[in-house]
């Protein structure tokens, strides 16, 4: 007979799962998520069906939703990211994928017949967007540190001269957290006297903190950038995954007219919206503001440099780029990667020190490094 209540055993499905998430969430060390957020005061919303339906900046007849909030959220991050005052527009996304793949949409609808070139520390999320769209592309090589090649770019655009250019440009590559030089990038397409191209910055990473620290990467739009996707559950943090993207106005306006063409004023990738998520980047936007959002930047550069120190000093070569806040190090065994959920490829994991990971989880993760390495049998 069918209750109006869980059963004890779907109850403790519950509990168990619970309890997993719990656990792992103790040991995540390799994926760059935020874990120390307390939105206990954002849960009444919890029990509304927040819907932020379309253009957050076209009202819409559903009223159940967190639009001004979401407004407040794109103009923080425009602001934050250098737009010019009255040319920004964008939404709160699902993810830096959907963000990226809104800038690639732009890209198309305003060159139709660009070339997009991106490194081959690219996303794994932008060849299938590629692909959605069905756009042009060539991958262009990196330099060891997971950058861009510029000589390579360069040669690349030389040869497809005569076609606009699409950037995907990496601001913190997902395995090393290379940041590709907006401003490198610009002279190439002045040197090659390229006319029409677009920039994108894929700033999911490390966008968000790249503007709080010093010396500022050439990543935004005063460098260049025409667009610029983050992630909201990385840096800032939330309890579901969440995105921010900024585009020129200017740009969007083309969208919403040739939209506007068929019928509609849909100038998102979805209908339905999360109405959630702007309230909790709006909460820690607010609460921490710029100057904490600066501490929070300066505390992971500090883990990451007092990570790489250690690694080092047990005679393990970490190396980290330029203000990133990944360490790289050579993978270490099995176990080690699965307790701490450290992704790994050709040879090399990493660590990444978002807000939340702390000297004590480091130590004792060199801790395990060492024991590994005395009880692996000799020959
Ligand atoms: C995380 C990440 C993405 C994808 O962002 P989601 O928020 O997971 O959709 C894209 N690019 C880079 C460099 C990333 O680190």
Redesign the pocket.
């Known amino acids: 007979m069918h209750t109006n209540s869980l059963s004890t055993s779907e109850n403790q499905i519950l509990e168990k799962l619970l309890e997993e998430v719990k656990t792992n969430t103790d040991y995540f060390m390799g994926y760059?998520v935020s874990k120390d957020f307390n939105y206990t005061e954002l849960m009444p919303f919890m029990e509304y069906p927040m819907n932020n339906l379309g253009d957050p900046f076209v009202p819409s007849t559903y009223a159940v939703g967190s639009r001004e909030i979401e407004k407040e959220v794109v103009q923080f991050f425009a602001e934050l990211f250098r737009a010019e005052p009255h040319d920004w527009w964008g939404y709160v996304t699902?993810?830096?994928?959907?963000g990226?793949l809104y800038g690639l949409y732009l890209a198309r609808e305003i060159h139709p017949k660009g070339m997009v070139y991106y490194s081959e520390a690219t996303?794994y999320?932008v060849q299938k967007n590629l692909h959605l769209l069905n756009m042009s592309n060539i991958v262009i090589s990196t330099q060891d540190n997971g950058e861009i090649d510029y000589e390579d770019l360069e040669n690349t655009i030389r040869m497809n001269r005569h076609m606009p250019v699409i950037i995907m440009a990496?601001i913190?590559?997902?395995m090393t957290e290379a940041r590709d030089d907006i401003s490198k990038i610009k002279l190439i397409l002045k040197k090659l006297a390229i006319k029409h191209y677009y920039i994108h910055a894929?700033g999911?990473?490390s966008g968000s903190y790249s503007a709080l620290i010093e010396p500022r990467p050439a990543f935004d739009f005063a460098d260049g950038a025409d667009s610029i996707a983050i992630?909201g559950?990385?840096f800032i943090g939330s309890p579901m995954?969440c995105?921010v993207v900024i585009a020129k106005k200017s740009n969007r306006d083309r969208i919403a007219r040739s939209v506007a063409y068929i019928g509609s004023m849909d100038t998102t990738i979805s209908g339905s919206r999360n109405g959630h998520s702007p309230l909790f980047l709006w909460y820690t936007i607010k609460k921490l503001g710029i100057a904490g959002l600066k501490d929070r930047a300066r505390h992971c550069l500090e883990t990451a440099s007092y990570a790489e120190q250690k690694l080092k000093e047990i005679g393990i070569p970490a190396w980290r780029n330029t203000n990133a806040i990944t360490v790289n190090f050579p993978e270490p065994g099995l176990k080690i990667r699965q307790k701490w959920q450290l992704a790994a490829e050709g040879g090399w994991s990493h660590i990444i020190c978002m807000p939340n990971i702390t000297k004590t989880q480091i130590d004792q993760l060199i801790q395990e490094i060492i024991t590994s390495k005395a009880t692996i049998p000799t020959l």
């Open positions: 760059p699902n993810g830096g994928s959907e990226n996303h999320s990496n913190g590559t997902t894929d999911a990473l992630s559950h990385k995954p995105g």
